[in-house]
T-cell receptor
Framework: DQQVKQNSPSLSVQEGRISILNCDYTNSMFDYFLWYKKYPAEGPTFLISISSIKDKNEDGRFTVFLNKSAKHLSLHIVPSQPGDSAVYFCAATPNAGNMLTFGGGTRLMVKP | KAGVTQTPRYLIKTRGQQVTLSCSPISGHRSVSWYQQTPGQGLQFLFEYFSETQRNKGNFPGRFSGRQFSNSRSEMNVSTLELGDSALYLC?????????????FGPGTRLLVL
């Protein structure tokens, strides 16, 4: 039973355009959400997070949107750059704790 | 500041053996968590240690165990290895384990069980 799902295994975007990565969750106890980026042979790198008391958080080119009623979050990258090409994982946790539940990941390819 | 380090980076074992993986958190971080990444199951939480005590545990059999030392370094042990234990094992640290703190991941140990 996957509590966090990323339904698109891959996404291809042109450089300079917007990348939108989506994530759905089922557990109502989740109240803190994170996005990580992962390159091959490296550990995940934290990108951005959002608490359930917010519906938007922005950090430079990265914006995360949270729709609690739909149990859906999305990561927007604007503008996309070739260096953004990686696997992106969304993760969720109850009580902003340590037990992260990860989605299956979306491989983003940004073409020059 | 040095990041999370994990040793060894690669390991090959045979079924039935046991293995110990090591993780050194970022200096000053007292919370260490372990995750397993496999192609089939994705990234799954194993357990978390804080101040030498296991605070949370994921849904893994008892063959998976861990410990944390007084300097916050952590080890995880897998006994009686099975082929399905082949995975990337990731360690993550954070400062004190309070709400909202970011976890920082190490590069992982890739374990292959033959």
């Amino acid at each position: 039973d996957q509590q966090v799902k990323q339904n698109s295994p891959s996404l291809s975007v042109q450089e300079g355009r917007i990348s939108i990565l989506n994530c759905d969750y089922t557990n109502s106890m989740f109240d803190y959400f994170l996005w990580y980026k992962k390159y091959p042979a490296e550990g995940p790198t934290f990108l951005i997070s959002i608490s359930s008391i917010k519906d938007k958080n922005e950090d430079g080119r990265f914006t995360v949107f949270l729709n609690k009623s739909a149990k859906h979050l999305s990561l927007h990258i604007v503008p996309s750059q070739p260096g953004d090409s990686a696997v992106y994982f969304c993760a969720a946790t109850p009580n902003a704790g340590n037990m992260l539940t990860f989605g299956g990941g979306t491989r983003l390819m940004v073409k020059p | 500041k040095a990041g999370v380090t994990q040793t060894p980076r690669y390991l090959i074992k045979t079924r039935g053996q046991q293995v110990t993986l090591s993780c050194s958190p970022i200096s000053g971080h007292r919370s260490v968590s372990w995750y397993q990444q496999t192609p089939g199951q994705g990234l799954q939480f194993l357990f978390e240690y804080f101040s030498e005590t296991q605070r949370n545990k994921g849904n893994f059999p008892g063959r998976f165990s861990g410990r944390q030392f007084s300097n916050s370094r952590s080890e995880m042990n897998v006994s009686t290895l099975e082929l399905g234990d082949s995975a990337l094992y990731l360690c993550a640290s954070r400062q004190s384990g309070y709400e909202g703190e970011t976890q920082y991941f190490g590069p992982g140990t890739r374990l292959l069980v033959l």
